[in-house]
């Protein structure tokens, strides 16, 4: 069984309320490429080209937002090489690191009943094929 959370502490965040800007944090964490990324950067540093390579079928405007908005966010800093051409190296913040655990939970959750959803959902389509 999940215990829902009591009314926010001062200074704390309610999930449950509509206004509260949790959801939007809830956004940019529920977003794939968020997800992978912070993974991937929780291994150390990696530039743009690595981080695209290694994520496979990402357009790389999808990946410049998604990196921007994590950096806007306090998750990952962006540091730029004085050399030529210019290097530029993505890390995870302090705050960024926090996130690695619960994700490779979620991820791990992921991975090990993939399986078990496809088959529901295979399942469900073959009862409700107009689905």
Known sequence: MVTIAQPAAAGRG???DPDCP?????????????VLVVLLLGNGPMRFSAL???LGRVAPKVLTQTLRRLERDGL???KIFA???PRVEYTLTDLGHSLTGPIAVIGDWAE???GRITAAQDAYDAVNPAS
């Open 14 to 16: 309610d999930l449950f």
């Open 22 to 34: 949790t959801r939007l944090v809830l956004d940019r964490i529920g977003d794939k490429w968020t």
């Open 52 to 54: 695209r390579g290694r």
């Open 76 to 78: 990952v800093t962006r």
């Open 83 to 85: 050399e030529v051409p």
């Open 112 to 114: 090990v009943n993939v």
